[in-house]
């Protein structure tokens, strides 16, 4: 699912392939991304209800996603510190697609990057 919004959930974009820079951003936002998934809780969410929270923690989704350049995802959700939901594509979107990530996106690292105080 795509979402480009003001909701809680990050980075839930579907960049094209050939969107895809030639080298990887590797800067202090892919590494505060990199550092709140490791102390993100796995689960699974609904992120087509805002109404609904819906973050269920140990759960797991039957299948992966696969980006139009070849990248699966893993079959779960991750709830970062600050209340938003994730997936485990997003640092790998933050590398090689920073050109494509919509505003609200990069409003919601940015986000991330205050709750971190980095």
Known sequence: ????????????IEPKKEEKLLNPVEDELTELLEYA????RSGASSYDNLEKESFREGDA????????C?????????LLENGMITNSLAPFYL???????????????QQLKEFYEV
Do not use: C, Q, V
């Open 95 to 109: 590398k090689w697609y920073r050109n494509s990530i919509p505003k609200t996106e990069l409003a919601k690292i």
């Open 61 to 68: 989704f039957k299948g992966t996603h696969l980006t139009e």
């Open 37 to 40: 998934l490791k102390y993100a």
């Open 1 to 12: 699912m795509h979402r480009e919004d003001n909701s809680k959930f990050l980075l839930y």
């Open 70 to 78: 070849g990248e699966r995802s893993a079959n779960r959700d991750y």
